[in-house]
């Protein structure tokens, strides 16, 4: 089991910045990638980044060059900078992640709401 618990969600003026925090607890040794995903209203839940455990990347093409997520093993953690914001961002993000253990499970943190105005 693995828990997630996330933070640094808000309302923030379109072009503005904010910071999401996750930290995992639970058997994080099985940890193979953490990311972010997020669910706007009447949309379906999408990817937003991902980062492996030896630090490769991906992004929807939608946030690449605003947005980088950042990852601490040591400390189970999982950031992301979200810079440039778009009213289209707002949603509630969600921390996942995978854990391999026989198979491949997900887990996901409650999430946090991200309103941007314009």
């Known amino acids: 089991q693995v828990q997630l618990v996330e933070s640094g969600g808000g309302l923030v003026q379109a072009g503005g910045s904010l910071r999401l925090s996750c930290v995992a607890s639970?058997?994080?040794?099985?940890?193979?990638?953490m990311g972010w995903y997020r669910q706007g209203p009447g949309k379906r839940r999408e990817l937003v980044a991902s980062i492996t455990s030896g630090g490769s990347t991906n992004y929807a093409d939608s946030v690449k060059g605003r947005f980088t997520i950042s990852r601490d093993n040591a400390k189970n953690t999982v950031d992301l900078q979200m810079n440039s914001l778009k009213p289209d961002d707002t949603a509630v993000y969600y921390c996942?992640?995978?854990?391999?253990?026989?198979?491949?499970?997900?887990?996901w943190g409650q999430g946090t709401q991200v309103t941007v105005s314009s």
């Open positions: 996942n992640a995978q854990v391999v253990s026989r198979s491949l499970y997900h887990y």
């Open positions: 639970g058997n994080t040794f099985s940890i193979v990638a």
